[in-house]
Structures are given as structure tokens and as C-alpha cells.
């Protein structure tokens, strides 16, 4: 959904996921905050006229970038009625949750899908595993997904553990 509006005296655009002044500059937060106020029923109807999981998940990944946590979950909730067993949309709502504070969710999340093979999975579940202080659960995870794929996510991981166990990194002579 595009959309133009005036906002005290000037011309904005919508994107559908930032705003950006006439001159195709982002806007301060300030001036966002208000303008979405502005749009706000509109885009949750607009929202809800997508049905396409592509697009759904295009739209949860701009608007977690854009700040814009209600309506990536409300995004996640809709795409997750498309398809509850999405592993991307999990992976998704993993990170969401460890976002919002809550690991143990995040992992329960997750859980049934621990037996596949994909990197952000593994990544996202071992983060997870640190946030709850479970450092060799951790370790374990992001072994597996850097055997999968060696991403940068996951090497931020491994740092995060070496930083608060690097006895789980030391090798025994």
C-alpha cells in the first residue's frame, strides 16, 4: 500500500513500510510516529487484504526494520493463519519473542522443527538458549548451525558464548 498525505503543510509518502518527505529522504521518528497515527486504521485494513505468504513475510521483515512491532505481529499472526507450520515464519517468531523478553517461548516455538535442517533455526533457538543461561545447550545448537551454514548470525552467537563460557571453547591438552 502507497500512500501521499499532507502533514502540517508538507507532502509525505508511504512506502508501506517507511515514510519519506518530498524529497525521498526518510522522516524523523517523531514526524513517523504522527504520520502513522494518521494511516493507521487503513493500513490494518489494507493489511488484511493480503493473502499472498511471500508478500506477508516481506512486509513482517520491513516492518520489524522500520520499528513497527505491532504490526509485525499482527503480519506474523495473519501469515501464521495462511501456514502454522512455516518454518520461516517460526524462525521469525522466535526472534520476535526473544525481542519482546520471552527465550523459553522462542524455543518452544521452535521445538518441533529442532530436527531440520536450517541454519537460521539453529541460530535463532541457540540465541535463545543464551538468553536463558543454558551456555553447552547453546553451544550445541550453534555447532549445528555452522555445520549447516556459517552465517554471520551465527559467528555473533559463538562470540556470545565464548564471551560468557570460553571454558566451553578451551581445548584439553
Known sequence: MKKEIIYNGREYLWDGSNWYDSGYMKVETSVACNLDKIIHDELIEADKEI????KLIDLIQK???????????????????????????MIIKSSMLRE???????????APYKSRNSS???????????DLDRWEEAKSEISRALAINASGEAFS???RIKVARSDLYEESN
Open 51 to 54: 493473502k499472498n505468504l511471500d
Open 63 to 89: 516492518s520489524r526494520n522500520a520499528g513497527y512491532k505491532a504490526r509485525s505481529w499482527r503480519l506474523l499472526d495473519q501469515a501464521l493463519e495462511l501456514d502454522p507450520n512455516h518454518i520461516g515464519l
Open 100 to 110: 519482546r523478553g520471552r527465550p523459553l517461548e522462542a524455543l518452544e516455538a521452535t
Open 120 to 130: 537460521a533455526l539453529h541460530t535463532t533457538r541457540a540465541a535463545a538458549l543464551c
Open 157 to 159: 552467537v559463538v562470540r
